[in-house]
């Protein structure tokens, strides 16, 4: 019995060899009829005996292209045409499109081989790619995703490269980015001042320059990396004296996994992501001799190491180098450089030559940065190759643009029953961040064809996203507090929508009362929250400036502990700050720039600087890194904490006093940075374990979820997570955004559509 079915398949299924997939398939099985490209996805019509056209459905659901991703396959029976032969149309547009792009990804095997085959028409080319692999996004302008609507436009096909294009059969069909010597971009080699060097190959060129210890920028997907011999001291310094980046590590690309064992350890399932086609920067633990220059990740135990994933990358690692650093190219705290005139303008004095191509990055995209917590993928930065990849909702609402924070700021829009995240843009602090953020937002919108109903914002007053929201025009409007969408943020990428236990853990956010809260536990869905319980409030001597000096916060928490006996102590923290302890004390009795916070951060900010390991901070987030980081030999103590339940407002306030006078000991005593770190590692986890205890007992909730900066601590993720569920709860952890303020724009995002439901 013959049929005809119409098929509108939505997901990844555009650049990534769908329609080539599907042409052979019906080939294959004796259907006929065609496919095509929307705005989306694939549409089908196939007609044929039903056993054919069952035969071909459960391939397409079980055995797609390997970048594909579908989401749903809507299927319908219509009338039988009768045609004989099955075709590729071309494609169309539609109004309600809901766009699933492809992120950039990784050079594949073939292409690899073909790459370093002296009888192949592309050795050595470096720009080659195919349909699943190369530059996706980054290179988008507008959908439906096509040649025309790239930055590739400019680049005419040959004969040959013409002929594979149009061919359903051939690995390049219809691969947007394909070029070869004859007809597509080209490396150049330009020193300083922007004059190019002539070479004959500009990699081998390049080569030779890293080996004399010269910095290189190097123009990849999604914007320039500086680079330099990771082996070598002498210019790891030199790099980072240019950059200005004192002490933050840089992440290293290295040849092969097979290099990359030698240096870290690695586990399968971190082989299996380091790997992966995603690329991403991995934080792995350093194995002893290692052979990496010191100064790459200076007073930490991990490395952020990344495989090569352009033609260039293995051009460059494929003989002569073990390893190069490999960091985003700008000033520190700046945006990274993706235009060749904006490489040779911004990084001045920084870079000594550019290698650059003329295929234009339309979307600048950093490298994502990952590592595994409590057994899985826990993201720091979502960025290239994550990418536009959508993340689903529960439930269908209005359109809504979420601004994000102030720092590691995203944005994100939400479409239908999915939100789309942007790729990091960074801390809002300088003119070019600004400028990438409205970038970011008119790009998303234009390719997504959405028209936001509602905007929803920090209630800080003073972020720069939340200025920019507040001067749209907007006729729905959604301020939401900073933790509140942080721990949503972590409900919505797991698919539920509580009751739950928020535990949110982070440096700074704005607060209902004023205060700067960062120690919050909630009881909340998308609709409300109620703040249950926090850390007791504690001065910031010098406003902003102890969120970069540990030792004020040091102070802080030693005056509120010890009051007038503070003098009488005989600590090497005290001594060296002799002259600031006083002007402090003053400060905090009169209120003088003092602002209050309850934030977890600042109390890691002051152990930090208790336990001798940090007083003052280089980048943000240095000292709790390196309090983590001093803990070698775990144990199980902890220290005494209070918990005081209050009548009116939230339940419990948590005090440290107690904590911090058995701290002072420990020092006295003389006790090492790892056992007081471990021992407060131990106690902030038993914090969490207690108070969501207390919360279960008043509310029955058994659901808790951790959110916020402060649980990029692998020690203290893997820790609390573990207490909880000894307790019976069902913990969830960020696997698919950042727990850091990159995911504040999805928690934003449902906050404010739940506001105004449908």
């Not at 280089?618 to 309090?627: D, I, R, V």
Request: proline fraction near 5%.
């Amino acid at each position: 019995m013959l049929k005809r079915l119409n098929l509108q398949i939505e997901g990844i299924v555009q650049g990534v060899g769908f329609r080539p997939f599907i042409f052979s398939l019906a080939r294959e099985h004796g259907v006929s009829g065609w496919v095509l490209n929307s705005s989306r996805g694939v549409e089908i019509e196939i007609e044929g005996a039903e056993e054919a056209l069952n035969n071909f459905l459960s391939q397409v659901k079980n055995n797609p292209p390997p970048l594909s991703r579908i989401l749903s396959i809507l299927q319908k029976e219509i009338p039988l045409i009768g045609d004989k032969t099955f075709a590729i149309h071309e494609s169309k547009s539609l109004a309600d499109r809901v766009p699933f792009i492809s992120p950039d990804t990784d050079v594949c095997d073939d292409c690899l081989r073909e790459l370093f085959d002296p009888a192949d028409r592309r050795y050595r080319y470096p720009f080659i790619n195919c349909t699943n692999c190369g530059p996706r996004f980054t290179i988008i302008k507008d959908i439906p995703y096509d040649r025309d609507k790239t930055t590739m436009q400019s680049f005419t096909l040959c004969p040959e490269c013409e002929q594979e294009y149009h061919d359903p059969l051939n690995r390049r069909f219809h691969a947007q980015p394909i070029g070869c010597w004859q007809c597509g971009p080209r490396l150049m080699l330009l020193n300083e001042r922007g004059g190019e060097i002539k070479a004959a190959d500009p990699v081998q060129e390049t080569i030779a320059l890293l080996l004399q210890g010269s910095i290189l920028a190097v123009k990849g997907l999604g914007g320039f990396h500086l680079a330099v011999d990771a082996t070598s001291e002498e210019a790891v310094l030199r790099l980072r004296s240019r950059k200005l980046r004192e002490e933050k590590p840089f992440a290293i690309m290295v040849r092969d996994i097979e290099r990359a064992r030698q240096v870290c350890l690695i586990s399968p399932q971190e082989e299996e992501i380091l790997t992966s086609k995603l690329k991403p920067i991995l934080l792995l633990k350093k194995r002893p001799g290692h052979g990496i220059a010191e100064s790459v990740a200076p007073r930490n135990q991990f490395f952020g190491i990344m495989l090569p994933y352009t033609p260039v990358h293995h051009l460059l690692l494929k003989s002569r180098f073990d390893a190069l650093v490999m960091t985003s190219a700008n000033i520190t705290d700046e945006p990274i450089t993706k235009d060749n005139q904006e490489s040779l303008e911004r990084l001045q004095g920084i870079a000594d030559y550019f290698l650059m191509h003329n295929r234009d990055i339309h979307v600048r995209a950093d490298d994502s940065i990952v590592r595994t917590a409590a057994g899985k993928l826990s993201i720091l930065r979502r960025s290239r190759g994550m990418v536009p990849l959508s993340l689903p909702l529960i439930e269908d609402g209005l359109e809504v643009l979420a601004c994000g924070a102030e720092l590691k700021n995203t944005i994100c829009f939400t479409k239908g029953k999915v939100a789309f995240l942007s790729q990091y843009i960074g801390d809002m602090e300088s003119v070019a961040a600004d400028r990438i953020f409205l970038e970011s937002i008119e790009h998303l919108k234009n390719i997504l064809q959405v028209a936001p109903e509602v905007i929803a914002y920090d209630l800080h007053p003073d972020y720069r996203a939340t200025r920019y929201a507040l001067e749209q025009s907007y006729s729905r409007a959604v301020g939401v507090q900073h933790h509140f969408a942080h721990v949503a943020g972590c409900l919505a990428e797991h698919g539920v929508d509580g009751p739950a236990i928020g535990v949110a853990f982070d440096g700074t956010g704005y607060g209902d009362d004023g205060a700067i809260w960062g120690s919050e536990f909630f009881t909340f869905d998308y609709s409300h929250y109620k703040r249950r319980a926090h850390f007791a409030y504690v001065p910031m001597p010098g406003g902003d400036a102890a969120a970069k000096e540990p030792y004020r916060m040091a102070i802080s928490y030693l005056y509120r502990t010890f009051k007038e006996k503070l003098s009488g102590l005989n600590l090497p923290l005290l001594q060296k700050y002799s002259d600031r302890v006083q002007p402090f004390m003053t400060m905090i009795d009169r209120g003088i720039n003092s602002p209050l916070t309850s934030s977890c951060g600042r109390l890691f900010d002051a152990v930090s600087s208790l336990a001798g390991l940090r007083d003052v901070m280089t980048f943000e987030g240095q000292a709790p890194m390196e309090l983590e980081m001093a803990i070698d030999e775990p144990h199980d103590l902890v220290y005494t904490y209070q918990v005081a339940a209050q009548a009116a407002g939230p339940d419990f306030i948590i005090s440290f006093e107690p904590m911090i006078a058995a701290i002072i000991d420990d020092v006295l005593q003389g006790k090492t940075a790892s056992y007081i770190s471990c021992r407060f590692h131990n106690t902030v986890a038993q914090v969490i374990a207690d108070i969501c205890g207390r919360l279960r007992v008043k509310e029955g909730i058994k659901l808790v979820a951790l959110s916020g900066g402060v649980f990029q601590n692998l020690y203290l993720l893997t820790r609390s997570v573990d207490l909880l569920r000894s307790k019976g709860f069902t913990v969830l952890t960020h696997e698919q955004v950042p727990t850091n303020d990159g995911g504040i724009s999805l928690g934003q995002a449902v906050i404010a559509r739940r506001a105004y439901k449908i």
